[in-house]
């Protein structure tokens, strides 16, 4: 079955230390997303692409980066991490931008920066 | 400014009985609009998804209504289990060709025997 996951299911980093958090779908959707989940707030939109090549800053992508080379995969890179980007991180894939399409959603990394 | 709010924040219920959850939005474009069940250390799953046409919707015990001209959404859960303790989330999309969904903070929904 088409699946997506993310790796890892939780990270403890330091301050100031680049981390990459892979996202992988084997349903060969073109728009993949990644949001962030904090207490008291939606899921907000980190960076999204909708194919290769393609990447685009979403409302919270500040010291935050991806990069798409396939269509599977899309890796979100902390540049510098930072206390506040303590958090929960969500990729999904769709296969459509517009209309009454499935967003489908990883299992979730749970990233501590200490 | 587009946003989704949701009511209650949290619910506590007796296995079996009955439940509504609430949403308003104020968002613009509407095209679509879907209830997201989370259990706890997941991702989101879809329930339903309404386009602007759709009054209801049902996926078993979970039933979505929708009036587009109000704003409103509500997510009705019949004979509750213990498995519909989660967070359920409504969520808006835009006529954007984007892809870019809205979402509300969630209604955390404990179901007790």
């Known amino acids: 079955d088409a699946e997506i996951t993310q790796s890892p299911r939780h990270k403890i980093t330091e301050t100031g230390r680049q981390v990459t958090l892979a996202c992988h779908q084997t349903?060969?959707?073109?728009?993949m997303f990644w949001y962030r989940q904090d207490l008291g707030h939606g899921l907000r939109l980190i960076h999204y692409?909708?194919?290769?090549?393609?990447?685009n800053k979403g409302e919270v992508s500040d010291g935050y980066s991806v990069s798409r080379s396939n269509t599977e995969d899309l890796p979100l890179t902390l540049e510098s991490a930072a206390s506040s980007q303590t958090s929960v991180y969500f990729c999904?894939?769709?296969?459509?931008?517009?209309?009454?399409?499935?967003?489908?959603f990883g299992p979730g990394t749970r990233l501590t920066v200490t | 400014k587009n946003q989704v709010e949701q009511s209650p924040q949290s619910l506590i219920i007796l296995e079996g009985k009955n439940c509504t959850l609430q949403?308003?939005?104020?968002?613009?474009?509407?095209?679509?609009l879907r209830w997201y069940k989370q259990d706890t250390g997941r991702g989101p799953v879809s329930l339903t998804i309404?386009?602007?046409?759709?009054n209801t919707k049902s996926n078993g015990r979970y039933t979505a209504t929708l009036d587009a001209d109000t704003k409103q959404s509500s997510l009705h859960i019949t004979a509750s289990q213990l498995s519909d303790s989660a967070s359920y989330i409504c969520?808006?999309?835009?006529?954007?060709?984007?892809?870019?969904?809205?979402f509300g903070q969630g209604t955390t929904l404990q179901v007790k025997p």
């Open positions: 999904a894939s769709s296969w459509a931008r517009d209309g009454p399409y499935e967003q489908y």
């Open positions: 349903w060969n959707h073109n728009n």
């Open positions: 692409s909708y194919g290769v090549q393609d990447t």
């Open positions: 949403c308003n939005y104020t968002v613009s474009p509407f095209s679509n």
């Open positions: 309404m386009t602007f046409s759709e």
């Open positions: 969520v808006v999309s835009l006529i954007s060709n984007t892809g870019k969904l809205i």
